[in-house]
């Protein structure tokens, strides 16, 4: 079995070495200290440019925070194909149950929880660039669970997507505000029993 969405994930962007030196800082500053925690000084310094070069590179913090998240959303795709070619589930339901068991290994050591979550709460504007990638990324967890649901013949996809987005992104919340790192675990068997007891269509 197999992630059925097209993820629509862009390609990257091929970077210079001092772009992808500014990336790579701005992406550890930005998920452990916070994106509004982290000014641009810092980022160039840490990644051993001048502002102009950031400026150069990204055009705006806003920009660059943007690209963050693209980054982040390219690699957790690809975590999950490493997971499902792991895993080898062998039906829809096992799939869906793939997605929150990669949540355990996902979070490990990542104090921090979930880098789309923080920053939908740092940006409040919703025309900021980085608004389409977060409502995106979660967009596309809800219709994965949809579509497996469907193959799987199970009755009203829709209603069992919403329930199951709202334990996979539970997890991630309770995770790091509640200091629980068993949380993917318990919305793991939430799932299971969820999937267990939900009619066919």
């Known amino acids: ?15 210079t070495p001092a772009g992808e030196r500014i990336l790579t800082a701005a992406s550890t500053l930005f998920y452990e200290q916070g994106i509004r925690a982290v000014g641009v000084d810092t980022i160039a310094e840490v990644a051993d440019v001048t502002k102009k070069t950031l400026y150069d590179r990204f055009g705006s913090k806003d920009r660059l925070i943007a690209a963050y998240l693209e980054r982040r959303d390219r ?13 080898r589930p062998a039906t829809p339901e096992e799939v869906i149950l793939a997605l929150f068991a990669a949540l355990t290994d996902w979070v490990a050591g990542a104090r921090n929880g979930c880098g789309f979550i923080n920053a939908s709460v740092e940006l409040a504007a919703p025309d900021h660039p980085a608004m389409p990638v977060i409502v ?6 809800r219709a994965e669970f949809e579509a497996q649901a469907r193959l799987a013949g199970l009755a009203d996809p829709s209603e069992l997507a919403d329930r199951l987005l709202i334990l996979h992104e539970g997890a991630l919340v309770t995770y790091r505000v509640a ?15 969820l999937l267990a007891g939900w009619p066919r269509g």
């Open 75 to 87: 690699m957790w795709h690809e975590f999950l194909d490493e997971q499902l070619a792991a895993r």
């Open 136 to 141: 995106g990324q979660k967009q596309w967890m």
């Open 179 to 193: 200091a629980m790192p068993h949380a993917p675990e318990v919305a793991q068997r939430a799932a299971a029993d």
């Open 1 to 15: 079995m197999r992630l059925l969405v097209d993820r629509e994930v862009p390609e990257a962007t091929r970077l």
